[in-house]
T-cell receptor, first 112, second 110 residues
């Protein structure tokens, strides 16, 4: 089954404790991206990747890191999480940026 | 960057009614997509529609790129249509970024 898989689905953690949210797709897509969703603000793009080893900042990259060492995986890293990063996070993939995006089920992060 | 505005922000419909959701964007785009976020938070892609008209069952969408807007039509609405509808665009110019609108929250009541 074609899908985008995020883990964990839910996480409660404390300020400053490094965490990684994994994202994996099985559709051989080149384009992958991370979004955060906050009430009243819709979805905002954090980082995107056009292919292996090619990443770029979206609209809200501060406090996040990403890597794209393999085509299927695109982890989101919070080196020192802070409460303002409490949000619902989505990973998405598509063949190219200009094609239909497929989303994971989301990861709800709470930073205390 | 590009601005994407959706209207109305909230909409309540009686089951069986029709509705039109609008997405305006401030600059040229390479593509436009419509998504439905269901009450469980899942994002479902509805249409990839950089221009023209597409239909899928009770849903259809039209994008007029030259006038910088897109419309999503929902006919004979059902309670399962409830949720938030988003449009998302990729701005022209090689930016490779995607910008979402703030969404239209739809509630369909029996």
């Amino acid at each position: 089954e074609a899908q985008v898989t995020q883990n964990p689905r839910y996480l409660i953690t404390v300020t400053g404790k490094k965490l990684t949210v994994t994202c994996s797709q099985n559709m051989n897509h080149e384009y992958m991206s991370w979004y955060r969703q906050d009430p009243g603000l819709g979805l905002r793009q954090i980082y995107y990747s056009m292919n292996v080893e090619v990443t770029d900042k979206g609209d809200v990259p501060e406090g996040y890191k990403v890597s794209r060492k393999e085509k299927r995986n695109f982890p989101l890293i919070l080196e020192s999480p802070s409460p303002n990063q409490t949000s619902l996070y989505f990973c998405a993939s598509s063949f190219q940026v200009s094609s239909l995006q497929h989303f994971g089920d989301g990861t709800r992060l709470s930073i205390l | 960057g590009i601005q994407v505005e959706q209207s109305p922000p909230d909409l309540i419909l009686q089951e069986g009614a029709n509705s039109t959701l609008r997405c305006n964007f401030s600059d040229s785009v390479n593509n436009l997509q419509w998504f439905h976020q269901n009450p469980w938070g899942q994002l479902i892609n509805l249409f990839y529609i950089p221009s023209g008209t597409k239909q899928n069952g009770r849903l259809s969408a039209t994008t007029v790129a030259t006038e910088r807007y897109s419309l999503l039509y929902i006919s004979s609405s059902q309670t399962t249509d409830s949720g938030v509808y988003f449009c998302a665009v990729e701005e022209s110019g090689g930016y490779q970024k995607v910008t979402f609108g703030t969404g239209t929250k739809l509630q369909v009541i029996p």
